[in-house]
C-alpha cells in the first residue's frame, strides 16, 4: 500500500513532535516488507513491553537526557520502578520542580548544548540514555540543532567518563531505515533526519569501546502503552508506536546484551494491523 500524502505528513509531525504531544488522529504507515513473526509470547507472538520493563535494572545509576518530557519522561518513571537512581538533566524551574519530586531523581540543571554541563551530570553513572530531540523548539540563529549536537555531547561525555552503555533513541528514517519513510516525510524532515544520523555515526564509528544501542521509533502517539510494540531489526518497518511503549522497549534494551551494538526499529504492529488489513507482520527482535 503507498501511503497517502496526509498521512505521510502526519508521521513526520509525530517525529518532529517527538519531545511534545503528538498531533491526534495519526493513521499509521504499514510494515513494507513482509517476515515470520517471532514466536516470544504465546497469546500474540511479539516480544511484549510493560512489566517486562518494570524487571530490576541491571544498571545502578542511570544518566536521561530529554527527561523532562515525551519519551524521556517515561524512561525515567521506567527506570525507577526497576530500582535504578536516575540522573536528569534539565533547563527550566518546571521540569526541575516535578523531577526533583520523585524519590531517585537527582536533577542536573543546565543545557544539552552545553558540553561542561553534560559531562557532570553524566560522571558517576554506570549508563547513560538519551531521548534528546529539537521537537517544536526553534532552531537557533545559527542553526544548531540538539539531535546532534545535545546527543553528540552526551556520547562524548560518556566515552571520556568511561560510561560504556550508552542507549540512543532516534528516529526510522534515519541511515539505513532511510528507505523505509516516504519521500514525503523525508523533504519535511530532511534537517531533523540528518541531525540525528549524525549523531547515530558518531556513536557507531568513534566510540568502539562503547556497547551502544539506537532505538528507531516510528509515529509517536501520546497514549497509554498497549504492550504489544516490539523491537525489530527489518529497517523497513513504519508505523505508529506510543511513547511510554518506547519508553518499555529503551529499558529492556538497556538491560538487555542482545542489544548491544544493534540498530533497531520500534513499532506496534497490532495498532497497524487495525488501521489497515493490508498491514505485514515483522519479525521481533529476541531481547533475551
Known amino acids: 500500500m503507498i501511503p497517502t500524502l496526509r498521512t505521510a505528513l502526519l508521521f513526520a509531525l509525530a517525529v518532529i513532535a517527538a519531545s511534545t504531544v503528538l498531533v491526534s488522529g495519526f493513521a499509521p504507515i504499514v510494515v513494507k516488507s513482509t517476515s515470520h513473526r517471532?514466536?516470544?509470547?504465546?497469546?500474540?507472538?511479539?516480544?511484549?513491553?510493560?512489566?517486562?520493563?518494570?524487571?530490576?535494572?541491571?544498571?545502578?545509576?542511570?544518566?536521561?537526557?530529554?527527561?523532562?518530557?515525551?519519551?524521556?519522561?517515561?524512561?525515567?518513571?521506567?527506570?525507577?520502578?526497576?530500582?535504578?537512581?536516575?540522573?536528569?538533566?534539565?533547563?527550566?524551574?518546571?521540569?526541575?520542580?516535578?523531577?526533583?519530586?520523585l524519590d531517585g531523581v537527582t536533577v542536573a540543571r543546565g543545557d544539552a548544548f552545553d558540553y561542561k554541563a553534560v559531562e557532570g551530570a553524566i560522571d558517576g553513572c554506570d549508563a547513560a540514555v538519551t531521548t534528546l530531540g529539537q521537537g517544536t523548539d526553534p532552531v537557533g540563529e545559527d542553526g544548531r540543532r540538539v539531535d546532534y549536537v545535545g546527543?553528540?555531547?552526551?556520547?562524548?561525555?560518556?566515552?571520556?567518563?568511561?560510561?560504556?552503555?550508552?542507549?540512543?533513541?532516534s528516529s526510522i528514517g534515519c541511515g539505513s531505515s532511510k528507505e523505509a519513510a516516504p519521500p514525503s516525510v523525508f523533504e519535511v524532515l530532511r534537517d531533523t533526519l540528518a541531525a540525528k544520523e549524525r549523531a547515530e555515526n558518531v556513536l557507531i564509528k568513534y566510540y568502539t569501546n562503547m556497547?551502544?544501542?539506537?532505538?528507531?521509533?516510528?509515529?509517536?502517539?501520546?497514549?497509554?502503552?498497549?504492550?504489544?510494540?516490539?523491537?525489530t531489526e527489518n529497517n523497513l518497518a513504519i508505523g505508529s508506536i506510543h511513547r511510554e511503549d518506547v519508553a518499555d522497549l529503551v529499558v529492556q534494551a538497556l538491560n538487555s546484551g542482545n542489544t548491544e551494538r544493534k540498530i533497531l526499529s520500534a513499532v506496534d504492529p497490532e495498532i497497524s494491523a487495525s488501521a489497515n488489513a493490508e498491514a505485514s507482520a515483522v519479525e521481533a527482535f529476541a531481547l533475551a
Open 151 to 169: 546527543n553528540n555531547n552526551v556520547i562524548e561525555a560518556a566515552g571520556i567518563l568511561g560510561v560504556t552503555r550508552v542507549v540512543l533513541v
Open 38 to 101: 517471532h514466536a516470544s509470547s504465546p497469546a500474540t507472538g511479539l516480544s511484549m513491553a510493560g512489566d517486562d520493563a518494570a524487571a530490576a535494572c541491571k544498571y545502578s545509576k542511570v544518566f536521561v537526557a530529554g527527561g523532562s518530557r515525551g519519551v524521556g519522561r517515561a524512561v525515567v518513571d521506567r527506570l525507577l520502578s526497576a530500582g535504578s537512581q536516575v540522573v536528569a538533566l534539565v533547563r527550566t524551574d518546571e521540569a526541575e520542580a516535578e523531577l526533583s519530586a
Open 211 to 231: 556497547n551502544w544501542t539506537i532505538v528507531r521509533p516510528g509515529g509517536l502517539k501520546s497514549e497509554p502503552a498497549t504492550g504489544t510494540a516490539i523491537l
